[in-house]
Protein backbone atom coordinates (compact mmCIF):
# COMPACT_ATOMS: atom_id res chain seq x y z
CA UNK A 1 0.00 0.00 0.00
CA UNK A 2 1.64 3.57 -0.66
CA UNK A 3 1.33 5.09 2.38
CA UNK A 4 3.07 7.07 5.28
CA UNK A 5 3.75 4.84 7.91
CA UNK A 6 5.08 5.63 11.62
CA UNK A 7 6.74 3.20 13.84
CA UNK A 8 5.75 2.27 16.24
CA UNK A 9 2.43 3.12 17.09
CA UNK A 10 2.46 3.83 20.94
CA UNK A 11 5.53 4.73 22.85
CA UNK A 12 5.74 4.75 26.76
CA UNK A 13 8.62 5.52 28.69
CA UNK A 14 10.52 7.21 31.66
CA UNK A 15 11.27 11.05 32.08
CA UNK A 16 15.27 11.45 30.81
CA UNK A 17 15.17 8.90 28.11
CA UNK A 18 16.05 9.22 24.73
CA UNK A 19 13.52 7.63 22.09
CA UNK A 20 12.96 7.79 18.30
CA UNK A 21 10.04 7.35 16.25
CA UNK A 22 10.93 6.46 12.52
CA UNK A 23 8.57 7.66 9.79
CA UNK A 24 8.63 6.28 5.97
CA UNK A 25 6.45 7.79 3.00
CA UNK A 26 6.22 5.33 -0.81
CA UNK A 27 4.65 8.34 -2.31
CA UNK A 28 7.73 9.86 -3.58
CA UNK A 29 6.83 13.46 -2.22
CA UNK A 30 9.65 15.63 -1.90
CA UNK A 31 9.01 17.34 1.36
CA UNK A 32 8.44 15.76 4.75
CA UNK A 33 6.86 16.96 8.53
CA UNK A 34 6.49 16.09 11.51
CA UNK A 35 3.66 17.93 13.70
CA UNK A 36 2.75 17.58 17.53
CA UNK A 37 -0.84 17.08 18.40
CA UNK A 38 -0.76 18.27 22.53
CA UNK A 39 -3.65 17.10 25.19
CA UNK A 40 -5.30 20.74 23.59
CA UNK A 41 -5.68 18.81 20.23
CA UNK A 42 -3.44 21.51 18.71
CA UNK A 43 -2.03 20.06 15.86
CA UNK A 44 1.46 22.36 15.46
CA UNK A 45 4.14 21.97 12.92
CA UNK A 46 7.45 21.29 14.42
CA UNK A 47 9.81 20.61 11.23
CA UNK A 48 9.37 20.23 7.09
CA UNK A 49 12.52 18.50 5.35
CA UNK A 50 12.64 19.46 1.74
CA UNK A 51 15.08 17.24 -0.29
CA UNK A 52 16.29 16.27 3.15
CA UNK A 53 16.76 19.78 3.67
CA UNK A 54 15.19 21.39 6.63
CA UNK A 55 13.21 24.26 5.68
CA UNK A 56 10.29 24.54 8.45
CA UNK A 57 12.07 24.22 12.28
CA UNK A 58 9.75 26.28 14.51
CA UNK A 59 10.31 27.03 17.98
CA UNK A 60 10.80 22.96 19.03
CA UNK A 61 13.34 22.36 22.13
CA UNK A 62 16.75 21.24 20.52
CA UNK A 63 16.31 18.05 22.83
CA UNK A 64 14.15 17.30 19.20
CA UNK A 65 16.04 16.62 16.62
CA UNK A 66 15.27 15.25 13.05
CA UNK A 67 16.79 13.50 10.77
CA UNK A 68 16.44 13.10 7.12
CA UNK A 69 18.54 9.96 5.83
CA UNK A 70 16.81 10.38 2.35
CA UNK A 71 13.94 11.92 0.60
CA UNK A 72 11.63 8.81 2.05
CA UNK A 73 12.47 8.96 5.61
CA UNK A 74 12.30 11.42 8.70
CA UNK A 75 12.98 9.97 11.93
CA UNK A 76 12.27 12.27 15.39
CA UNK A 77 14.78 11.56 17.98
CA UNK A 78 13.87 13.20 21.34
CA UNK A 79 16.63 13.32 24.23
CA UNK A 80 15.97 13.66 27.70
CA UNK A 81 12.61 13.34 27.50
CA UNK A 82 9.96 14.94 30.15
CA UNK A 83 6.50 15.09 31.05
CA UNK A 84 5.32 17.98 28.41
CA UNK A 85 6.29 15.66 25.54
CA UNK A 86 3.47 13.55 25.64
CA UNK A 87 1.50 13.98 22.97
CA UNK A 88 0.54 12.44 19.52
CA UNK A 89 3.27 13.04 17.14
CA UNK A 90 1.93 12.98 13.52
CA UNK A 91 4.52 12.28 10.39
CA UNK A 92 3.38 13.99 6.87
CA UNK A 93 4.63 14.49 3.38
CA UNK A 94 3.29 16.55 0.22
CA UNK A 95 4.56 16.49 -3.39
CA UNK A 96 6.50 19.43 -3.89
CA UNK A 97 7.54 20.93 -7.70
CA UNK A 98 4.99 21.81 -10.02
CA UNK A 99 2.11 21.85 -7.84
CA UNK A 100 1.76 25.60 -5.48
CA UNK A 101 -0.31 24.34 -2.94
CA UNK A 102 0.19 21.01 -1.62
CA UNK A 103 -2.28 19.32 0.94
CA UNK A 104 -0.25 16.60 3.03
CA UNK A 105 -1.03 13.09 3.60
CA UNK A 106 -0.36 12.18 7.02
CA UNK A 107 0.67 8.94 9.05
CA UNK A 108 -1.12 7.05 11.44
CA UNK A 109 0.70 8.88 14.75
CA UNK A 110 2.37 7.76 17.49
CA UNK A 111 1.37 8.61 20.77
CA UNK A 112 3.87 9.08 23.05
CA UNK A 113 3.60 8.87 26.89
CA UNK A 114 6.39 10.36 29.38
CA UNK A 115 6.11 8.94 33.34
CA UNK B 1 -1.88 33.51 19.45
CA UNK B 2 -4.33 31.15 17.43
CA UNK B 3 -4.40 32.28 14.33
CA UNK B 4 -7.00 29.74 12.68
CA UNK B 5 -10.03 28.89 15.28
CA UNK B 6 -12.83 26.54 15.72
CA UNK B 7 -14.68 27.90 17.53
CA UNK B 8 -17.01 25.11 17.91
CA UNK B 9 -15.67 21.88 19.38
CA UNK B 10 -18.37 19.56 18.76
CA UNK B 11 -21.96 19.18 16.38
CA UNK B 12 -24.26 16.99 16.21
CA UNK B 13 -26.18 16.49 13.03
CA UNK B 14 -28.71 13.97 11.93
CA UNK B 15 -28.17 11.74 9.11
CA UNK B 16 -29.38 13.46 5.80
CA UNK B 17 -29.58 16.91 7.16
CA UNK B 18 -26.56 19.52 6.25
CA UNK B 19 -23.82 19.82 8.43
CA UNK B 20 -22.05 23.31 8.68
CA UNK B 21 -18.46 23.25 10.28
CA UNK B 22 -16.86 26.84 10.94
CA UNK B 23 -13.23 27.94 10.88
CA UNK B 24 -12.52 31.82 11.47
CA UNK B 25 -8.98 33.15 10.92
CA UNK B 26 -6.85 36.45 11.67
CA UNK B 27 -3.93 36.37 9.38
CA UNK B 28 -4.92 38.62 6.21
CA UNK B 29 -2.16 36.81 4.90
CA UNK B 30 -3.56 33.53 4.28
CA UNK B 31 -4.31 32.73 0.93
CA UNK B 32 -4.85 29.28 0.67
CA UNK B 33 -7.53 26.65 3.18
CA UNK B 34 -8.27 23.34 3.42
CA UNK B 35 -10.16 20.96 5.76
CA UNK B 36 -8.76 17.70 6.79
CA UNK B 37 -11.09 15.22 8.18
CA UNK B 38 -9.82 12.75 11.09
CA UNK B 39 -10.93 9.36 12.46
CA UNK B 40 -10.08 8.18 15.70
CA UNK B 41 -6.09 6.39 15.77
CA UNK B 42 -5.45 7.50 12.49
CA UNK B 43 -3.97 10.61 11.06
CA UNK B 44 -5.54 13.41 9.09
CA UNK B 45 -6.57 13.30 5.25
CA UNK B 46 -7.20 15.55 2.97
CA UNK B 47 -10.72 16.49 2.39
CA UNK B 48 -11.26 19.25 0.17
CA UNK B 49 -9.68 23.20 0.03
CA UNK B 50 -10.01 26.53 -1.38
CA UNK B 51 -8.22 29.39 -2.77
CA UNK B 52 -8.50 33.14 -1.53
CA UNK B 53 -9.48 33.90 -4.95
CA UNK B 54 -12.51 31.87 -4.96
CA UNK B 55 -15.39 31.85 -2.83
CA UNK B 56 -16.30 28.38 -3.47
CA UNK B 57 -15.41 24.74 -4.01
CA UNK B 58 -17.21 22.27 -4.52
CA UNK B 59 -16.29 18.18 -4.58
CA UNK B 60 -19.54 15.73 -4.20
CA UNK B 61 -21.04 16.27 -1.01
CA UNK B 62 -18.56 18.87 0.49
CA UNK B 63 -18.73 22.42 -0.59
CA UNK B 64 -16.14 25.25 1.11
CA UNK B 65 -16.66 28.80 1.42
CA UNK B 66 -14.70 31.47 1.75
CA UNK B 67 -15.89 35.05 3.47
CA UNK B 68 -12.29 37.20 3.03
CA UNK B 69 -13.53 40.07 4.59
CA UNK B 70 -14.89 38.43 7.32
CA UNK B 71 -11.52 36.22 7.68
CA UNK B 72 -14.36 32.92 7.38
CA UNK B 73 -14.10 30.07 6.12
CA UNK B 74 -17.21 26.76 6.70
CA UNK B 75 -17.65 23.29 5.20
CA UNK B 76 -21.11 22.17 4.31
CA UNK B 77 -21.48 18.45 4.09
CA UNK B 78 -24.40 17.27 2.33
CA UNK B 79 -26.58 15.26 2.92
CA UNK B 80 -24.65 13.99 6.21
CA UNK B 81 -23.78 10.12 6.83
CA UNK B 82 -23.29 8.49 9.46
CA UNK B 83 -19.40 7.93 8.54
CA UNK B 84 -18.79 11.68 7.91
CA UNK B 85 -18.78 11.30 11.81
CA UNK B 86 -14.92 12.14 12.68
CA UNK B 87 -13.20 15.42 13.58
CA UNK B 88 -12.64 17.99 10.91
CA UNK B 89 -9.50 20.14 11.35
CA UNK B 90 -9.07 23.79 9.03
CA UNK B 91 -5.54 24.29 8.04
CA UNK B 92 -3.91 28.11 6.15
CA UNK B 93 -1.28 28.78 4.63
CA UNK B 94 0.49 32.02 3.28
CA UNK B 95 2.20 32.49 0.45
CA UNK B 96 2.99 30.78 -2.73
CA UNK B 97 4.66 27.11 -2.37
CA UNK B 98 4.76 27.57 1.46
CA UNK B 99 5.19 23.98 3.40
CA UNK B 100 3.74 26.03 6.45
CA UNK B 101 -0.05 25.40 7.50
CA UNK B 102 -1.52 26.45 10.70
CA UNK B 103 -4.34 24.22 11.67
CA UNK B 104 -6.89 24.98 14.12
CA UNK B 105 -7.83 22.77 17.08
CA UNK B 106 -10.77 20.77 15.02
CA UNK B 107 -14.61 20.16 15.20
CA UNK B 108 -15.94 16.52 16.41
CA UNK B 109 -19.05 16.28 14.22
CA UNK B 110 -21.39 13.27 14.96
CA UNK B 111 -24.08 12.29 12.34
CA UNK B 112 -26.91 10.69 14.04
CA UNK B 113 -28.58 7.83 12.12
Redesign the interface.
Known amino acids: DTA ?1 SQTPKYLVTQMGNDKSIKCEQNLGHD ?1 M ?1 W ?1 KQDS ?6 MF ?1 Y ?1 NKEL ?2 NETVPNRFSPKSPDKAHLNLHINSLELGDSAVY ?1 C ?1 S ?1 P ?1 GTR ?10 TRLTVL | DQQVKQNSPSLSVQEGRISILNCDYTNSMFDYFLWYKKYPAEGPTFLISISSIKDKNEDGRFTVFLNKSAKHLSLHIVPSQPGDSAVYFCAASAGSGTYKYIFGTGTRLKVLA
Do not use: D, M, R
Open positions: VTYYKKFLKISNIIFASSIYNEQFFGPG
